[in-house]
């Protein structure tokens, strides 16, 4: 096997520029090849977090003095807000674009007709007779200098040219991030300007800013720098600062690419192939913000102003949650630093973690030596912290929280997602159908340590809980390793606490019939 993975090197080196090669060592690509030749080992649920059971239900009396932490520590300016978004808006049009591939010259009539027979014409349909209600619709009319009600009648496949098409809006190559999202009575936003809003209402310091981080392709750097403007131009806050800041996806994260007999893949022009390894590979962008405290939320998980109130009282609840226990945890840090902690401390100690931070007493706990003890709570206790906001489960597709037990016997609280399961095992696709609650990526981390020194978050991830990926290019097989997800092995040394939250701060828009959903339309 080592003389098969060195001779993928050498073609792999042999095909590369200087410039590729420092960005990707040897030793590196080999575990990745070793890795995407050998898989995985699936991992190991033992049941569904449930209320009471892994996921904490906040009682209302608690709030108000959660939502009061939250604004001491907010005044503070201990706060970021870190944003994937680099994605592009491709899958949200991809019905329509299929759409218009295997229908022309199509009617209103028509497309209703098609429906019948055709998810992709349906939601089609959906889009053109709810068109108005779109925040595109303005810019659309103005591209197309005529009655777009009548157009949408008698030729509806030229409006969707014009929202997708690069001499129109070119909608299906832009990031998600800069699409308009939102109509308003003397306005259209985007989901970046709803992101901006949103932030201003919790996350303002003493010093009236607002601090938020967008992950973003390179190449659409200055569209993002041309929307902030535009935002700054709007002055809908006059009274806050909005310190924003960009960061790309490390090159160097890429993997390697292999075709179906685990060779390296070489395109027609003999050159291999890197693909981006997921969102996992923003691990080193939120380690490198160095910051204190950390909300992360999806760039297309916004609301309308009407709905907002409910998501900024919840993001004030669950980061008011990660203060209350990571002060806790730090008392317990710097007491466990001394030589001898009385019997009666270590057992609030241990008491602590199991109904606060999912963190249960391994077998024969009661009968170690202090010391022994001391050092289990310390190794357990100093590292990152994360509350999620956990939503009940409607169907949605994603990850969600689970007890899983690690090859060492240890039981920890994760999110888990449909890739990391072996659904070949009856068992463990039961329990993975059985989860009540789903993640909607709604989380706040506390990434510095009881000395107030920045955690390095490499240290705390799962390498094995990677993904092999299979896709086909050009007609032909090809396989790549995504890094562990962000949240789920790329978090998966953290403290993981799970807390639910209404369904109503969840409003992600996967595809473009989403932004008719509640969440997503201000006047009803």
Same mark, same amino acid.
């Given at each position: 096997?080592?003389?098969?993975?060195?001779?993928?090197?050498?073609?792999? &080196? !042999?095909?590369?520029?200087?410039?590729?090669? @420092?960005?990707?060592?040897?030793?590196?690509?080999?575990?990745?090849?070793?890795?995407?030749?050998?898989? =995985?080992?699936?991992?190991?649920?033992?049941?569904?977090?449930?209320?009471?059971?892994?996921?904490?239900?906040?009682?209302?009396?608690?709030?108000?003095?959660?939502?009061?932490?939250?604004?001491?520590?907010?005044?503070?300016?201990?706060?970021?807000?870190?944003?994937?978004?680099?994605?592009?808006?491709?899958?949200?049009?991809?019905?329509?674009?299929?759409? #218009?591939?295997?229908?022309? /010259?199509? !009617?209103?009539?028509?497309?209703?007709?098609? !429906?019948?027979?055709?998810? +992709?014409?349906?939601?089609?349909?959906?889009?053109?007779?709810?068109?108005?209600?779109?925040?595109?619709?303005?810019?659309?009319? #103005?591209?197309?200098?005529?009655?777009?009600?009548?157009? %949408?009648?008698?030729?509806?496949?030229?409006? #969707?040219?014009?929202?997708?098409?690069?001499?129109?809006?070119? &909608?299906?190559?832009?990031?998600?991030?800069?699409?308009?999202?939102?109509?308003?009575?003397?306005?259209?936003?985007?989901?970046?300007?709803?992101?901006?809003?949103?932030?201003?209402?919790?996350?303002?310091?003493?010093?009236?800013?607002? @601090?938020?981080?967008?992950?973003?392709?390179?190449?659409?750097? *200055?569209?993002?720098?041309?929307?902030?403007?535009?935002?700054?131009?709007?002055?809908?806050?006059? /009274?806050?600062?909005?310190?924003?800041? =960009?960061?790309?996806? *490390?090159?160097?994260?890429?993997?390697?690419?292999? *075709?179906?007999?685990?060779?390296?893949?070489?395109?027609?022009?003999?050159?291999?192939?890197?693909?981006?390894?997921?969102?996992?590979?923003?691990?080193?962008?939120?380690?490198?913000?160095?910051?204190?405290?950390?909300?992360?939320?999806?760039?297309?998980?916004?609301?309308?102003?009407?709905?907002?109130?409910?998501?900024?009282?919840?993001?004030?609840?669950?980061?008011?949650?990660?203060?209350?226990?990571?002060?806790? #945890?730090?008392? &317990?840090?710097?007491?466990?630093?001394?030589?001898?902690?009385?019997?009666?401390?270590?057992?609030?100690?241990?008491?602590?973690?199991?109904?606060?931070?999912?963190?249960?007493?391994?077998?024969?706990?009661?009968?170690?030596?202090?010391?022994?003890? @001391?050092?289990?709570? =310390?190794?357990?206790?100093?590292?990152?912290?994360?509350?999620?906001?956990?939503?009940?489960?409607?169907?949605?597709?994603?990850?969600?929280?689970?007890?899983?037990?690690?090859?060492?016997?240890?039981?920890?609280?994760?999110?888990?997602?449909?890739?990391?399961?072996?659904?070949?095992?009856?068992?463990?696709?039961?329990?993975?159908? +059985?989860?009540?609650?789903?993640?909607? %990526?709604?989380?706040?981390?506390?990434?510095?340590?009881?000395?107030?020194?920045?955690?390095?978050?490499?240290?705390?991830?799962?390498?094995?809980?990677?993904?092999?990926?299979?896709?086909?290019?050009?007609?032909?097989?090809?396989?790549?390793?995504?890094?562990?997800?962000?949240?789920?092995?790329?978090?998966?040394?953290?403290?993981?606490?799970?807390?639910?939250?209404?369904?109503?701060?969840?409003?992600?828009?996967?595809?473009?019939?989403?932004?008719?959903?509640?969440?997503?339309?201000?006047?009803?």
């Amino acid at each position: 096997m080592d003389e098969f993975i060195n001779r993928q090197l050498e073609i792999l &080196y !042999s095909s590369m520029s200087e410039s590729e090669a @420092r960005l990707h060592p040897p030793a590196k690509i080999k575990s990745q090849i070793q890795t995407i030749i050998n898989g =995985f080992k699936p991992i190991n649920l033992i049941r569904p977090c449930r209320i009471g059971d892994g996921i904490i239900k906040i009682d209302e009396t608690k709030e108000k003095h959660l939502t009061d932490l939250f604004k001491k520590a907010c005044l503070s300016g201990r706060f970021t807000k870190f944003v994937p978004a680099s994605g592009a808006a491709t899958r949200m049009f991809s019905k329509l674009q299929a759409t #218009i591939n295997k229908f022309s /010259d199509f !009617s209103l009539e028509d497309l209703k007709n098609y !429906s019948e027979e055709d998810k +992709n014409a349906e939601a089609t349909y959906r889009f053109l007779t709810n068109i108005e209600k779109f925040a595109c619709y303005e810019d659309l009319k #103005i591209l197309l200098g005529q009655d777009l009600l009548n157009l %949408v009648k008698i030729n509806p496949g030229k409006i #969707i040219e014009k929202l997708l098409s690069p001499v129109g809006l070119n &909608y299906s190559s832009k990031p998600k991030a800069l699409l308009k999202f939102h109509k308003y009575k003397n306005e259209s936003r985007t989901a970046f300007s709803e992101h901006l809003i949103e932030s201003y209402y919790y996350q303002k310091d003493f010093q009236n800013k607002v @601090r938020i981080h967008f992950t973003i392709s390179e190449e659409h750097e *200055n569209l993002f720098k041309e929307e902030f403007n535009r935002f700054l131009t709007n002055n809908y806050f006059s /009274d806050a600062e909005f310190q924003i800041d =960009f960061s790309f996806q *490390n090159k160097s994260t890429d993997s390697v690419t292999l *075709n179906a007999n685990n060779e390296i893949y070489l395109d027609e022009n003999l050159h291999p192939l890197f693909r981006p390894a997921g969102h996992g590979a923003l691990l080193e962008n939120l380690n490198d913000l160095k910051a204190d405290v950390i909300f992360i939320k999806n760039i297309d998980n916004v609301c309308v102003d009407r709905l907002k109130p409910i998501t900024i009282k919840y993001k004030k609840i669950l980061a008011g949650f990660l203060i209350l226990i990571q002060k806790q #945890i730090f008392e &317990y840090l710097n007491l466990l630093e001394q030589e001898k902690i009385p019997d009666n401390k270590i057992d609030e100690m241990i008491k602590f973690c199991e109904a606060f931070l999912n963190l249960p007493k391994p077998d024969g706990f009661v009968n170690w030596e202090n010391k022994k003890k @001391r050092n289990f709570l =310390f190794a357990k206790l100093n590292r990152p912290i994360r509350v999620c906001g956990v939503v009940k489960n409607e169907g949605q597709p994603g990850g969600a929280p689970f007890w899983v037990k690690n090859e060492d016997g240890e039981l920890s609280t994760q999110i888990v997602e449909g890739a990391q399961i072996d659904f070949n095992n009856e068992e463990q696709k039961l329990i993975f159908n +059985n989860s009540t609650h789903f993640n909607p %990526v709604d989380l706040v981390c506390g990434v510095r340590n009881y000395k107030g020194d920045n955690f390095n978050l490499n240290n705390y991830s799962d390498p094995m809980a990677a993904i092999i990926v299979r896709k086909f290019v050009n007609g032909f097989e090809i396989k790549s390793l995504e890094l562990p997800g962000l949240w789920n092995g790329g978090m998966s040394n953290w403290i993981s606490v799970f807390v639910e939250v209404p369904i109503e701060t969840f409003n992600p828009v996967k595809e473009l019939t989403d932004l008719l959903n509640p969440g997503h339309i201000e006047e009803e």
